[in-house]
């Protein structure tokens, strides 16, 4: 079975601080992407990856950075966390098949 | 401006009866629709792709229409069961089966015994 697993459940940081969200993919899959999640509005696509080193912007990566160094990780970067970042964070990965899996996403609360 | 509409209320039916989910969009051209569910604190789990030359797609109790010609996808659950109550989020896929999904903001079901 595919495993996304991603490094934090909760996570509590202060407005202007950066934080760091990481996921790991364990089945060699080439692309990955970061989304968020809020209540109406579903999920929403922050950047996503095709390839080491690779990135390329979704539909809301203003605020945002990424970083994928190695294939089976890819970081999303809040350079300085405000309160409208406060969201769910989802990961996923995907290879040739078209379905994407899931991490179990960091719910983040800025303050 | 385009837009992915699924029903904001929750629905809620009675174990055993059949759950429809309406799935509507404007402004795209999707190759490939997907369904996923979602339990409360976890990330979607993927059910159902269907591609825009077909016009149905069955798995198990899973059943998924799709009308290109409407912009509207129907899910299915047969027998439903009150294991089956978790949001259903519709995705297209407008890149042809490359990297971008556009998801619905979901439906909440809910079984009752």
């Known amino acids: 079975d595919v495993k996304v697993t991603q490094s934090s459940r909760y996570l509590v940081k202060r407005t202007g601080e950066k934080v760091f969200l990481e996921c790991v993919q364990d089945?060699?899959?080439?692309?990955m992407f970061w989304y968020r999640q809020d209540p109406g509005l579903g999920l929403r696509l922050i950047y996503f990856s095709y390839d080491v080193k690779m990135k390329e912007k979704g539909d809301i990566p203003e605020g945002y950075s990424v970083s994928r160094e190695k294939k089976e990780r890819f970081s999303l970067i809040l350079e300085s966390a405000s309160t409208n970042q406060t969201s769910m964070y989802l990961c996923?990965?995907?290879?040739?098949?078209?379905?994407?899996?899931f991490g179990p996403g960091t719910r983040l609360t800025v303050t | 401006s385009q837009k992915i509409e699924q029903n904001s209320e929750a629905l809620n039916i009675q174990e055993g009866k059949t759950a429809t989910l309406t799935c509507n969009y404007t402004n795209y051209s999707p190759a490939y629709l997907q369904w996923y569910r979602q339990d409360p604190g976890r990330g979607p789990v993927f059910l159902l792709l269907i591609r825009e030359n077909e016009k149905e797609k069955r798995k198990e109790r899973l059943k998924v229409t799709f009308d290109t010609t409407l912009k509207q996808s129907l899910f299915h659950i047969t027998a439903s069961q009150p294991a089956d109550s978790a949001t259903y989020l519709c995705a297209l896929d407008i890149s042809g089966g490359y990297n971008k999904l556009i998801f619905g903001a979901g439906t909440r079901l809910a079984v009752h015994p």
């Open positions: 996923a990965s995907k290879s040739g098949n078209y379905e994407q899996y």
């Open positions: 089945m060699d899959h080439e692309n």
